[in-house]
């Protein structure tokens, strides 16, 4: 394992979404996976990753309250801090990065619904960022993918998939490069981290993230994501 830099290291949990592809009355980061919220299982990820970590709990406002019902209940003792959520993902990173007054931390920001994520991903996401880098977990795709050049697909061109990433999270930042990021007016094209960072004239550098770090989106992601726990917990796999 590779030694972290003294900076101080945030994670911000992003669990604000309403879930409505799950076809379900309460939001997917709080339905139980394997007998535990999707959330909670994520938190521990994070923690396992790195000793001492600030974690911040983005959560929708009217949830706040049955989150903390969950947290009794589940008798879950792992600390964090919980900030409400915005409208849109933009505004959920921005509230949780106003609660961070250290102005030499290191923040990731990862989906609170991608409870598989590998402790080695997060903690060389964190080494790469406390050495000043924009990093991004994505991967590869495997399908065959084509662009379209006219608006009736009449037109398409193959490209190299070796050369086309899909993005995952973590994503880690300094805080000074985020917080001058996210000091930006909104604008629709910010669908994640590296998106507003990369706006202001910053590189991105990618990091291999994984095919198990699936996001939990809808009813397969799910089923698939209980598949892959029972495997971990059956056959002792370690990340």
């Known amino acids: 394992m590779q030694c972290l830099s003294s900076n101080p290291y945030y994670m911000i949990l ?7 592809r799950m076809e379900n009355d309460i939001p997917k980061q709080f339905l139980p996976l394997l007998g535990k919220p999707i959330l909670m299982r994520t938190i521990e990820r994070v923690n396992q990753a790195l000793e001492g970590i600030n974690i911040i709990l983005v959560l929708p406002k009217d949830f706040i309250g049955y989150w903390n019902l969950l947290c009794r209940e589940y008798s879950f003792k792992i600390k964090h801090s919980v900030v409400e959520g915005g409208q849109q993902r933009f505004f959920s990173v921005k509230n949780a990065l106003d609660t961070i007054t250290n102005d030499n931390a290191i923040v990731g920001v990862h989906d ?4 598989l994520v590998s402790v080695d991903l997060i903690r060389n996401s964190f080494f790469r960022a406390a050495n000043n880098e924009n990093i991004v977990s994505a991967v590869n795709p495997y399908e065959t993918i084509r662009v379209s050049n006219t608006d009736n697909n009449s037109e398409t061109t193959t490209l190299d ?3 086309v990433w899909l993005v995952q999270t973590p994503q880690c930042f300094n805080i000074k490069v985020l917080r001058e990021a996210y000091s930006q007016d909104y604008q629709a094209k910010f669908t994640d981290d590296s998106s507003v960072v990369e706006s202001l004239g910053y590189e991105i550098s990618l990091i291999q993230g994984s095919r198990e770090n699936i ?25």
């Open 112 to 115: 609170g619904v991608r409870p």
């Open 14 to 20: 992003l669990g604000a979404g309403k879930g409505l």
């Open 215 to 239: 996001k939990i989106t809808n009813k397969i992601d799910f089923a698939l994501a209980e598949l892959l726990l029972e495997e971990i917990r059956d056959n002792g796999i370690r990340d």
């Open 161 to 163: 998939r070796n050369k």
